[in-house]
């Protein structure tokens, strides 16, 4: 009997003892609310000299380009030239019909030699007429007639002379030159096409080397700019998107005096120092107009900011809590960002924040790359 109550005493120990364990395990597992100091990852707050930028989407130009346009109208006989081909200044690229054009070289030779014909019979009567005159043969009035018949043969002779001048011209302008040596780009006529003079270009010449990329800076961003013009030349990397690597470097050499009215922005230009192969004309590119840096500048990892709708903040580490620490937007680049605000160098900012982490809770450093 004695024997079977120590067996249940003995039991009864041990089934109490795993009891206790068990509840000291949940408990130890259990968070301890905020008396627990989360882990949590941060970075240091750098201080440093930062770039000043302004990103711009820009299309890839010729710097020397040439529209060739008819100046004479007609319709095209032959075409000389095919689209790529490079050609000399001076070089034929199409040649009009110049028929209609040779036919008033003939009639204008034709009323010229007539108006001479008029005008030296005009000038041998005058000349007649003049001693006449002075022996009082013939009257002030025939004299004058005499006078006025030679003034109308001389502008007759005048116009005549024009109008050949003109036809020449207009046969001249026949043949359709290349103005600049350069490269044809795209043809728009055919042999046999129509043309008007001053009307739609033919094609368009493009001169070798330089590249000039066409861009508008927003008005907000132009104050910024003209300082950097100020201060001397504006730099520009030139880039296939906003990810790619620099394909070229330039610099500014073009700024409106006035706002486009359509799009509200300032059109600029870039002139590329160097043409690399991987870059055309009408190649859509992205533009980084270097402005100069920022110095001492509070710089903080994109994933450090929060928002909220009284502003931003970051949560910065303090005496082993993380505070709340609001901080103003100065500028953005490659997903570093400039801040103001009471920021100290070197001082750790979240750049994850955990769900259960409250303003001033108790946190532990994680290291974290930075």
Do not use: C
């Not at 204008?108 to 005008?119: D, N, P």
């Not at 980084?288 to 903040?313: F, I, M």
């Not at 005496?319 to 920021?343: W, Y």
């Amino acid at each position: 009997m004695k024997l079977r109550i120590l067996v249940i005493l003995f039991v009864l120990a041990l089934i109490a003892g795993v009891a206790y364990r068990i509840q000291n395990q949940a408990g130890s597992e259990r968070p301890a609310g905020g008396d627990r100091a989360l882990s949590v990852k941060t970075v240091p707050v750098a201080v440093r000299d930062f770039p000043r930028v302004i990103d711009l989407p820009g299309t890839l130009e010729a710097a020397h380009q040439v529209a060739i346009v008819a100046q004479a109208g007609g319709s095209v006989l032959q075409q000389h030239v095919q689209e790529g081909d490079s050609v000399r200044a001076g070089q034929v690229l199409f040649s009009l019909d110049a028929r209609p054009a040779q036919a008033r070289i003939a009639q204008s030779q034709a009323a010229l030699t007539g108006a001479h014909a008029e005008t030296a019979e005009a000038e041998k009567k005058r000349e007649r007429l003049s001693p006449l005159l002075q022996s009082g043969y013939i009257s002030r009035q025939e004299f004058d007639d005499a006078q006025l018949a030679l003034e109308a043969a001389r502008a007759r002779a005048g116009s005549a002379r024009a109008e050949l001048e003109s036809a020449r011209l207009e046969v001249a302008h026949a043949q359709v030159r290349a103005p600049i040596a350069g490269r044809v780009g795209r043809i728009l006529v055919r042999p046999g096409s129509l043309v008007q003079a001053g009307g739609e270009p033919l094609t368009t010449l493009l001169a070798p080397g330089t590249l000039d990329v066409r861009a508008s800076v927003a008005q907000q961003d132009w104050p910024e700019l003209a300082a950097a013009r100020a201060q001397g030349k504006v730099t520009a990397e030139i880039a296939l998107d906003a990810d790619a690597p620099v394909q070229a470097r330039g610099e500014l050499v073009f700024a409106d005096a006035q706002i486009d009215a359509a799009t509200g922005a300032v059109p600029v230009k870039v002139r590329l120092a160097a043409t690399p192969p991987a870059l055309l004309s009408g190649q859509g590119v992205r533009v980084r107009l270097l402005l100069g840096v920022e110095p001492d500048a509070k710089v903080v990892p994109e994933a450090a900011l929060q928002h909220a709708q009284e502003g931003t903040y970051v949560y910065v580490v303090r005496g082993g809590k993380a505070v709340v620490q609001p901080v103003k937007l100065v500028r953005s680049l490659d997903g570093e960002h400039v801040v103001a605000g009471e920021l100290a160098a070197g001082e750790p900012v979240l750049i994850e924040i955990p769900q259960r982490l409250k303003a001033g809770g108790k946190v532990k450093l994680e290291s974290a790359p930075r």
